[in-house]
């Protein structure tokens, strides 16, 4: 079981924390007995910028391997042409550039590091434009769905918290 944890920054504001101010604007509009149907139904909203992964002991293995990780990356990010040098034994180098219809058009850079065999970390940043639609962009990044050029911000840290994952199966992460 893997815990990473993500920050997002676009033109210097946070991403999560847009959408936690959208998530909970919507929950507030809503009636209580709406609000306690949804949370009856669903449970408590996912924290944002957190996610929850099992991934199998071979798919672990394969994050050390630079061509595996790129070659993952490249197939998670079609629209994106990407190269990776080997920095160090625990360290990659990316650079891309995306040409898509939805989400980042621009270039990327960024550094993937194995801190140890138990936390990994990553951080990108980019300068480009967002392909966004304007309805779901959150209130104050709206100005990022018009095409205006981006520079963004990009962090993760991923944690291995555990050898059994629970009732959370185990995701394939295509390698």
Avoid at 57 to 80: F, G, W
Avoid at 143 to 158: L, Q, R, Y
Wanted: glycine share 6%; proline share 5%.
């Amino acid at each position: 079981m893997w815990r990473s944890e993500a920050t997002t920054l676009i033109n210097g504001e946070s991403l999560q924390e847009a959408l936690r101010s959208a998530q909970e604007k919507m929950l507030k509009e809503l009636p209580e007995e709406q609000r306690a149907m949804m949370r009856d139904a669903v449970g408590d909203p996912p924290e944002i910028g957190v996610d929850m992964e099992c991934i199998s002991a071979e798919d672990a293995r394969n994050l050390t391997n630079p061509e595996k990780l790129i070659d993952s990356a490249r197939r998670h990010m079609p629209e994106c042409t990407l190269q990776a040098e080997e920095v160090s034994q625990s360290s990659l180098r990316v650079t891309g550039n995306c040409t898509g219809s939805e989400g980042f058009n621009g270039d990327l850079h960024g550094e993937l590091t194995m801190v140890s065999p138990r936390e990994m970390r990553t951080r990108f940043t980019g300068q480009g434009v967002m392909q966004l639609d304007a309805e779901q962009a959150p209130e104050h990044l709206q100005h990022v769905a018009t095409g205006e050029p981006v520079n963004i911000e990009h962090s993760e840290k991923s944690t291995w918290i555990s050898a059994d994952c629970g009732a959370l199966q185990s995701s394939e992460l295509n390698y």
